[in-house]
């Protein structure tokens, strides 16, 4: 993925949020309070080698993610998901780094988006 590209869709973000500028800025903090969480608890599913929890984690992660067309770490979520599902986590940990890499652009560039006009 190029840094240049956008990791989310702003018209995608603000048709989720009926074009609610301050919406989308209340479900961008939420996001950026609330997607560390989830990230660990992946990280610790991984580890352990608990495919249930790394499951239902990315699973939630997915959710959020499609708020906003996110649709790179939307696919890498659910990538994590299906691991989680099928009890099969080879992969996993790759598929991780890439989607600890995506939601970091992802929180950048929310933090750092220009709402249209």
Do not use: W
């Not at 599913?45 to 997915?62: N, R």
């Not at 598929?95 to 939601?103: D, N, P, S, V």
């Amino acid at each position: 993925m190029h840094s240049q590209e956008p990791s989310f869709c702003i018209n995608t973000a603000l048709e989720r949020v009926g074009g609610d500028h301050a919406l989308f800025r209340e479900i961008s903090i939420l996001f950026h309070q609330e997607y560390p969480a989830l990230q660990n608890d992946m990280e610790i599913a991984i580890q352990s080698g608990d495919a249930h929890q790394l499951m239902v984690a990315a699973h939630t992660l997915k959710g959020s993610l499609a708020t906003f067309g996110a649709d790179a770490a939307q696919k890498t979520a659910l990538r994590l998901e299906m691991m989680g599902r099928h009890a099969n986590l080879s992969g996993a940990e790759e598929a991780f780094i890439e989607l600890k890499q995506l939601l970091q652009k992802l929180d950048d560039d929310l933090a750092s988006a220009k709402l249209p006009a």
